[in-house]
């Protein structure tokens, strides 16, 4: 992992962050954590994948393995 992703994944630590997943579900939660790995720890999550159908899923833990994209809120 690069310097810079490091350096705004920190910069969002405790913001609610957008992650796109393998497969095309999309999650939305408070970034609590993550490692050099790309692994994320996510609170207060949400399964946005279908927009009419939102899913609670609370603390959650993401494999960096099935991470596409991290969307950081705008500035």
Known sequence: MSEMTTEILEQN??????????GGKSL???LKGFDQHLNLVLEETEDTTVVEDQKKLGLI???GDNVVLISPPPR
Request: aromatic content about 0%; proline content about 0%.
């Open 13 to 22: 630590l405790s913001k609610i962050v957008l992650v796109r997943l393998k």
């Open 61 to 63: 833990i993401v494999r």
């Open 28 to 30: 939305r939660g408070r």
